[in-house]
């Protein structure tokens, strides 16, 4: 299985449970792997037989700038669902940091797995 991948992406979102977190955007890192079948694309070097990063890591801003989620377990998993029936994506594992909320912790958060390999 080929694996298409995106580190560390950066997004600002309202995310959080508590009245002070409501009201302001906090930043949300994501790393992701995605199951893609690369042999089509590299035989023609196609762009539009591979999948397109640039076209996920934006749509994956346009989702957090929409989200307004308590939970980064919902994120996460709304998430998913986009990104797999938007880009015909049959499997990904997404990690998902909240860094700083835990004043002891660089970052808390979690992580999932969708789709088949």
């Known amino acids: 299985m080929d694996r298409v991948f995106i580190e560390g992406l950066e997004v600002d979102t309202v995310i959080g449970a508590y009245d002070w977190e409501r009201g302001i955007k906090q930043c949300l890192r994501l790393d992701l792997s995605f199951a893609w079948d690369n042999r089509p694309a590299a035989a023609s070097d196609d762009l539009t037989l591979a999948l397109d990063y640039a076209s996920v890591s934006a749509r994956i801003q346009a989702f957090a700038d929409e989200s307004r989620y308590q939970l980064v377990e919902t994120f996460a998993e709304r998430l998913a669902q986009v990104l797999m029936n938007e880009f015909q994506i049959p499997w990904l594992h997404?990690?998902?940091?909240?860094?700083?909320?835990?004043?002891?912790?660089?970052g808390v958060g979690v992580e999932i797995e969708r789709g088949c390999r």
């Open 94 to 106: 997404l990690k998902l940091t909240k860094p700083g909320a835990v004043p002891a912790a660089t």
